[in-house]
């Protein structure tokens, strides 16, 4: 054997900075720098992202062989200044606030990087949508599928599609800013007063509860969409090229009002913008995909960017596109760029043999973040003074399973952290989906959000089909698929409701996790890839005869999913949360010594 091949990739200074270290060819640790400073988003330098991988490999710098960053930062700052003269004297204030952090770090990252690391060897430069093609295909199952990379914008690409074989990636086409579908969906996301690059999701969450009015208007104003999936949109009516907000009076005037005020009242209005935008997405995810399986014959289809995290668009493409599989990177969005340009310099600056299965892929549950062990959590608790109980391994799934049971909602703290923005059962709060009250008791006393807000249903991979109209396993809560008829309470179909109101209609018989339109963001749980947690859902089918139970993010509102045993036991006893389990400990709250019933 002869010395080990250490490949750190990153991603920083936009948004969801991370760091990501392979050792000859596999993942051995990822995460974002958010997790270690608590400050979501996070797109500082991720030095703490970084040491926790060297950390995780037992290495330093100097045992590194590449570090790739995950785009072109000179052709970026040309497409920046490019765009300003284009749209001069416009655009002079947001350029002036963008200048300061490209001519202090941007523009000399190859110095950065040097200094930050201690590190003199080869440093690469892929383009930004290579990084995402990278990121999709290299962990994927398949020895070959077409890629699609979709998102706000790289240096100026906005979405690219090509083709990935054995290891190679090879991109054949591209839109270019300022036609963009994630900044599209993003000015959408900012007309509704939720917050770009992060309340995509509410946006999404919202769209259920509208009727798609504006569809046409939006097609007809707004963006030209082509049979193939290529489009251009109107700038006329957006101020993302030039100005600090992404909508402009024009875009408002369309829409007959001004965006609405953030943490303001949400009005039907709101609901039917937010569903015609997503049916317009949709739209044209589904027109792309087909283009390019066209295209390229390939019956394998493997996803990332940004507007990839839209699992609802995502379901549509598996369900009525002509691609047999698909596979999407479990961090999508800018993050994931750490990942793949590690995996672009292994695979193709190296040319190092990539082999698959076209059954398991490499990104093992998206578990690559820190682990604590029990003597961790237990030393953490005794500091703290916390109270706990110390339960042997095999009783401990059905204990959980009991808590979820009698409706308490339990903090789960398990294993590896999970890179992405999904909790996938290691940072997780659970809680029984059968129930009719969970989900408004978690959204406001829990995770302190909006009640519209749909909760993921994690099933037992085998029994998924039995409660969903899905046959293909999601371990990665990125695919939405629809209730089983049979499962569906009959009386439902007939209620009436407008707006929120449609929260109080049960649904299903797991109304926690049936959102209004009779869908369900699911996570399918396989013994090999989580024991642990595939043991407690186990337990809860064998106690309840119900498979399914509700998974939502191990955070508050506002908050970064939690990393460490502190940041877990923090959340925990600043909310409604029953009982938090971590490592082999249960910590009830009403038996901590500081516990005060919020």
């Known amino acids: ?67 790739g960053f995950y785009d072109k930062p000179f052709i970026k700052f040309e497409r920046i200044l490019f765009t300003y003269l284009t749209y001069a004297p416009i655009g002079l204030r947001s350029f002036l606030k963008a200048m300061p952090l490209w001519l202090k770090q941007k523009i ?43 998102d706000g914008v790289g240096e100026w690409a906005t979405s690219s599609y090509g083709v990935g074989k054995g290891n190679t990636v090879d991109l054949l086409a591209e839109i270019k800013f300022p036609h963009s579908l994630g900044l599209l969906y993003s000015a959408f996301t900012y007309y509704t007063g939720f917050r770009v690059n992060s309340g995509e999701y509410k946006l999404m969450g ?20 082509k049979q193939d999936g290529s489009f251009k949109l109107n700038m006329a009516y957006f101020n993302y090229c030039a100005g600090l907000t992404m909508t402009n009076r024009k875009f408002h005037k369309l829409f007959n ?71 999407i990177q479990p961090a999508a969005g800018d993050a994931g760029g750490a990942l793949g340009v590690a995996l672009f310099i292994w695979y193709r600056y190296l040319e190092n043999e990539r082999v698959s299965d076209g059954v398991h892929d490499k990104q093992m549950g998206s578990y690559l973040g820190p682990r604590y062990e029990d003597d961790a959590v237990e030393s953490f608790a005794e500091e703290r003074n916390a109270r706990f109980e110390k339960v042997g391994a095999e009783e401990l799934p059905r204990r959980v399973a009991e808590l979820i049971a009698r409706e308490k909602v339990v903090g789960l703290f398990q294993g590896r952290m999970e890179f992405g923005p999904r909790a996938l059962g290691a940072r997780s709060i659970l809680g029984d989906a059968r129930s009719e009250r969970m989900q408004s008791v978690m959204n406001l006393k829990i995770k302190f959000r909006e009640s519209f807000r749909p909760f993921a249903p994690s099933v037992l991979e085998e029994k998924a089909s039995e409660f969903f109209e899905q046959d293909t396993p999601s371990p990665y809560m990125l695919l939405v698929a629809r209730v089983k008829e049979d499962k569906v309470n009959p009386e439902s179909r007939h209620q009436k409701a407008q707006g929120i109101d449609k929260l109080k209609i049960v649904r299903s018989c797991i109304p926690a996790v049936t959102h209004v339109d009779y869908s369900a963001r699911l996570q399918t749980v396989s013994e090999e890839i989580n024991p642990i947690y595939y043991k407690i859902i186990k337990a809860f089918d064998e106690i309840t005869g119900c498979p399914v139970i509700i998974n939502t993010s191990f955070n508050i509102r506002g908050e970064p999913v939690v990393c460490t045993p502190e940041d877990a036991y923090q959340c925990f006893m600043s909310t409604d949360m029953d009982y938090l389990v971590m490592g082999s400990f249960i910590f009830k709250k009403e038996e901590q010594q500081d516990y005060e019933y919020l």
């Open 257 to 327: 009002g001004p965006p609405r005020k953030p943490e303001s009242a949400i009005t039907q209005k709101d609901m039917d913008v937010a569903r015609s935008i997503q049916d317009v997405t949709e739209e044209v995810m589904l027109k792309m995909a087909n283009h390019l399986q066209q295209e390229t014959g390939q019956e394998n289809l493997c996803l990332a960017g940004g507007v990839a995290l839209n699992c609802v668009g995502n379901g549509k493409i598996l369900r009525e596109s002509k691609f047999k599989n698909i596979w």
């Open 1 to 67: 054997m002869g010395t080990p091949i250490y490949i750190l990739g990153i991603s920083a200074f936009y948004h969801d900075s991370a760091a990501c270290l392979i050792k000859d060819g596999r993942i051995i640790a990822a995460a974002q720098e958010e997790r270690f400073t608590r400050k979501k988003h996070d797109f500082s330098f991720p030095k703490n992202a970084i040491q926790y991988c060297l950390d995780e490999a037992n290495i330093t710098s100097k045992d590194l062989t590449h570090v």
């Open 206 to 225: 919202l769209a259920p509860y509208g009727e798609p009015k504006y569809v046409d208007v939006i097609k007809e104003k707004l963006i030209d969409i």
């Open 108 to 150: 000399f990252l190859k110095d950065l990087l040097e200094r930050e690391l201690d590190f003199s060897g080869e440093i690469i430069f892929p383009e930004h949508h290579e990084s995402h093609a990278a990121s999709a295909f290299y962990p994927s199952p398949f020895g070959q599928a077409a890629i699609l990379t979709m």
